[in-house]
């Protein structure tokens, strides 16, 4: 981790969590997010969207916004998905940067300050790729067929497309339009950030076991659906280009 006395200081940051039945991680999260913020800026907002837990995630969110000024939570009545509840929490980010991560975790927030160390003039995005993969075998065999899978047929240019612990500038939301519900957002996210010519930095980080809950991702239902989400994502975003016909049409129309 990058010594304290290294660390620049940036102006502020929103740092987003999707929740869904993480009430046995989200506290230490939440907690540990601030430890992080507190060491690189005095600026700082943490918002969790708690996406229709059935799990008592809403009651210790709700017991920690009483103790907790800097903290928002949003509730989803219903789970509405994984991409839904991070476009809730951008949409509802206020500071100039934006950090999100899981809310299971398999990340360490404190590793934000490596994020931040990472920032040069003129990059937009810090993407963190795992150091190791730390997960039950079957996820460690069809994640690293995954990630390669899908550079291939989108064209990334990242080592880790599938790390979900990244350093945004707000202003990126208000150009780019997303619109996944599901766990296809941030692959929407990354191409289309990479196609719109933004810079991105990387930045080893490590990656944990999971203590608490059930991955959403690894059942066949869902691994079907996403299938056909990441075709239409395809079809979209590397076939047809619509995201790049919409931004030209506004640069014809400036």
Request: overall charge neutral; charged content about 25%; proline content about 4%.
């Amino acid at each position: 981790m990058t010594p304290l006395s290294k660390l620049p200081h940036i102006a502020s940051i929103s740092a987003v969590f999707p929740a869904f039945n993480d009430a046995g991680t989200i506290p230490s999260m939440v907690l540990t997010a601030l430890m992080a913020l507190r060491q690189v800026t005095d600026d700082y907002e943490i918002i969790v969207t708690n996406d229709g837990s059935s799990d008592y995630t809403g009651e210790v969110l709700d017991e920690m916004v009483l103790r907790y000024p800097e903290l928002r939570v949003i509730h989803h009545p219903k789970n509405l998905g994984y991409g839904a509840a991070l476009r809730t929490g951008f949409a509802a980010a206020t500071k100039e940067w934006v950090f999100y991560t899981d809310g299971d975790a398999q990340f360490n927030p404190l590793e934000l300050v490596d994020l931040v160390a990472a920032l040069r003039d003129g990059v937009d995005v810090v993407n963190g790729y795992k150091i190791a993969r730390n997960d039950p075998l079957i996820r460690r065999i069809i994640g690293p067929m995954y990630h390669y899978l899908m550079k291939w047929i989108f064209g990334f240019h990242l080592r880790d497309v599938d790390c979900d612990f990244r350093l945004i500038r707000r202003r990126i939301f208000e150009e780019i339009e997303l619109e996944s519900d599901t766990g296809t957002l941030p692959l929407e996210m990354v191409k289309k950030f990479q196609d719109a010519g933004f810079v991105f930095a990387e930045v080893p980080v490590h990656h944990y076991f999971r203590q608490y809950g059930v991955s959403q991702f690894f059942n066949w239902r869902r691994l079907l659906r996403t299938a056909k989400h990441l075709a239409q994502l395809w079809w979209k975003l590397v076939v047809r280009k619509e995201h790049l016909k919409g931004r030209d049409d506004n640069r014809l129309q400036g």
